[in-house]
């Protein structure tokens, strides 16, 4: 028997059917509809399905998986295990209480810093106790090239990709550039040498769109030994809240 996670988000939708803890299969789609999910529960035993989503209009998706399977959707009232301690848990974003579930399941027991790299940045840690109190938002690379560009009269609207590199800043364009992709990696270096102050042998696991290039970045930092890059960290937290 196997679960099926869905995290439908603004632009894209991220399927993973499990078999325990193990992917076994993987989509990235721009919109999921019912036809979508016929041929994986034709392919896949499916026991329990679980959705998370930013759409309300999900309607006919639950219909049919609480036809076909165990089917809830996704909340930051399900912990299995993990004691939510945020003081607005209705205004918690499901990706990153979904991270911090996914780290759960793989470091169980151990403190962890989740960084999940996006529109926004942000950093969430989990306590030895499987506590979470909560962490912090910052904006995140592209959005701060955009205010760089937005909020000043001649500054340029830089592009970046995760192959670049951070370069010195030898005219506007690459002070922009530097500025920009060596702050970020400054605060994440800063917010690991926080936490690890708070929780020793801490774990960190960095997700989401930017990660691959963070990783790359940090693999030079004093603090690599501890890092490892995830970017199926939410569907399986999504995956650890239906586990038997």
């Known amino acids: 028997m196997h679960n099926l996670s869905i995290d439908i988000g603004n632009t ?137 560009h937005e909020f000043t009269g001649r500054l340029p609207l830089v592009s970046w990709s995760e192959e670049d590199q951070i370069p010195e800043g030898e005219n506007t364009e690459t002070a922009i550039k530097n500025g920009v992709l060596q702050g970020v990696i400054n605060e994440i270096e800063g917010f690991i040498a926080l936490n690890n102050i708070k929780e020793s042998a801490l774990k960190v696991i960095i997700t989401g769109g930017d990660a691959v290039f963070l990783f790359k970045q940090l693999q030079n930092s004093i603090f690599a030994p501890q890092i490892i890059k995830d970017p199926y960290l939410v569907l399986k937290g999504l995956n650890e809240a239906i586990a038997d």
């Open 12 to 148: 894209t939708t991220k399927i993973a059917v499990f078999s325990g803890k193990e992917i076994i299969f993987y989509q990235r789609i721009s919109k999921i509809t019912v036809d979508d999910l016929k041929p994986l529960l034709a392919e896949f035993e499916i026991k329990k399905s679980i959705i998370s989503t930013v759409d309300e209009e999900i309607l006919q998706l639950e219909d049919f998986l609480k036809q076909k399977t165990e089917y809830i959707r996704f909340s930051a009232l399900l912990g299995n295990g993990v004691q939510n301690k945020y003081k607005t848990t209705a205004t918690l974003g499901l990706d990153r209480w979904a991270a911090v579930l996914g780290a759960n399941g793989i470091f169980e027991k151990q403190a962890c810093l989740v960084i999940d790299a996006g529109t926004c940045i942000t950093y969430d840690l989990l306590n030895k106790k499987s506590e979470y109190f909560g962490g912090s938002i910052s904006p995140g690379i592209t959005m701060r090239f955009k205010a760089v």
